[in-house]
């Protein structure tokens, strides 16, 4: 199909920006990778496109390669629930920065997700920035995920960062997509795993949990109860080569 008729702006700064977006209907063209098809069946029809292609402050989220197949910000504000970018960055506990004509601020990346295809994005705002702490040393880290085959986006996908102190595991972060209706961490995988030596059996037991009171995702591609199992088998196959990274 052919999109409806829209307006379009291709802003050479932030400001100007921010200034067509607090004006009117107005949707951000990031990378364009979720916003053009839902405009060509006619699931979106913004009237008036502004394209950030072109303005410098916003080049730093992603190398050149990653930009031009898509944006990193342009796929969290999208929010899909299969979507890769949100467990690895729940995983490393990233931080939201938020712009708009009247400021900016910052949100938690768990804040930042509110439900499929939902953020806490108010009118008139966009993905400023993701920050990403510094890594410390001696951190594994692994994402593992079933891969829809038409689509590559995650059937169940499963991001882990984990530490070690004195032969046990001292910290780990779980950030899960495609399971639910949003990414999130889980957090009882984390509790079970962490004291423990991260023995196969230690991982297992954590990775059982991983779908527990989580109201999966049915669709075409898996049913509910397929989904859960896969998230288990994907945690452990995280957690696991997570742990064997750690240097």
Known sequence: MIPQNFEYSAPNTLSEALALLSSGNAKVLAGGMSLIPLMKLR????????DLGRVPDLKAIGDVQVRNMGTIGGSIAHADPAADYPASL???????????????????????LVDALS???EPGEI?????????TAGTGVSYQKMVQPASGFAIVGAAVRVRKSGGKV??????????????FRAAAVEKLIEGTAGSAADVQKAANVV?????????????????????????ARALTQALARIS
């Open 119 to 121: 953020t806490a994005l």
């Open 127 to 135: 993905v400023r920035e993701v920050i990403v702490p510094i890594e």
């Open 43 to 50: 699931l979106a029809a913004p009237e008036h496109l502004v």
């Open 170 to 183: 001292a910290f780990v972060r779980v950030g899960i997509t495609g399971l639910a209706a949003k990414g």
């Open 90 to 112: 729940l995983a490393l506990e990233a931080q939201v920065r938020i712009a708009s004509a009247k400021g900016e601020r910052t949100a938690r990346i768990e804040e930042f």
């Open 211 to 235: 779908a527990d009171g989580v109201d999966a995702n049915s669709d075409l591609s898996a049913s509910a109860a397929y989904r859960r199992q896969m998230a288990k088998v994907y945690t």
